[in-house]
């Protein structure tokens, strides 16, 4: 028995522990989100989302389910709670989620593992065989720092780093909440292919060749992975640096997947182009706080600001029509639309150079940054009392 009153703990910006009632505030808002999703025919009926416990993952499980009744199958790799630690958000999301779909009678089953290896693919086929056979929906949403490779063993660390010379530009220091000048150096050899290896697209291929082996895949089944393109104030470190060279492999291989789905089971393998928004992933990347800070601010004053439940109601809506889906002129489907306009990114642009750390609370909505960025581990969520305790050592039953 662990209840207690939690109070946010920080390591620099980052925070180190999670609240488990701010966390399922958080899933039930989406929840609320996703059943206002327009009606729609043919919308996926089983869904398997690897990377499902936070940010994209986890609105589009939600989309998917309470949207339009999909049985869903979540794969994340979180930490449950113990003696001294909370769980992590990922974990008390998913006691949430799970809680709910039980009272509503979804099928949300899960597998708290690790996505990159054979183990954990070989349960997942159990499970869909078993639950949700055959699936229509495969999304990859995977963030990881790190990817122990199941053929040879080697583990690759994936790094957020320019690729030829180095780059400055101006940054949020998040803890001291300073606007400062940064410089990263630029990557080795080795660590663009190490990021490659964790953040490309090899696993999801070995996900769906998987998949596909044993059967499991339904005509017209679609294959989603994530990706970002942003304004080209951020390329140099992202779309040009290492996370972007493992993002054109992740491309890569929505040509290949969609090469092989199309004829064989009239499937789609796509790149689905995501907004910006405030993840536990996104926050580790110089630079874009500040620049998320800006858009937080621009596109809520023209009121086009969207977080990722947003963004995925607009996505299963899209993606339950059985028209063609819209795609960009290199196939990809496109959420950025509204942060990529003209009159979004002219505004930003113009407003860059002016931050400073007197007026990044004026220029920016830094205020709303850091509030999102709590409210990922369940803290500064409206409606929770902190002062009351809660009980933390909360088993999340077997996955199925
Ligand atoms: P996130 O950190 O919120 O979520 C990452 C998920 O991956 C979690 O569910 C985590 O448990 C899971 N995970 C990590 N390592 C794992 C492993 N070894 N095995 C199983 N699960 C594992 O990240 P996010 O920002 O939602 O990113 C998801 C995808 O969306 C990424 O491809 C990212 O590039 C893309 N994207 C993000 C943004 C953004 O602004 N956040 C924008 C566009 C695209």
Known sequence: MSRQVIKRRSRGFICVNAHPEGCRLNVERQIAVAEQAPPREGAPRNVLVIGASTGYGLASRIAAGWGYGARTLGVFFERPPDEEKTATAGYYNTVALDQRARRDGLLAAHINGDAFSDECKREAIEIVRRELAP??????????????????????????????QPYSNRTIELDSEKVVNITLPPASEREISDTVAVMGGDDWRMWIDALAQEGLLAPGVRALAYSYIGPELTWPIYRDGTIGRAKNDLEQSARLLDAFLSPKFGGRALICVNKAVVTQASAAIPVVPLYVSLLIKVMTEKGLEEGPIEQMRRLFADLGTNADLETDETGRLR??????????????????????????????????????????????????????????????????
């Open 335 to 400: 959420l950025d639309d509204r942060e990529m306009r003209t009159d979004v990114q002219a505004e930003i642009a113009r407003l860059w150079p002016q931050v400073t750390t007197e007026n990044l609370r004026l220029l920016a909505d830094f205020a709303s940054f850091q509030r999102q960025f709590r409210n990922l581990f369940g803290f500064d969520v409206e409606g929770v009392d902190y002062q009351r305790p809660v009980e933390t050592n909360i088993e999340l039953p077997p996955g199925r």
């Open 135 to 164: 699936l229509d929906l495969i999304i990859y949403s995977l963030a990881s720092p790190k990817r122990a490779h199941p053929r040879t063993g080697v583990v690759h660390n994936s790094v957020l780093k320019p690729i030829g």
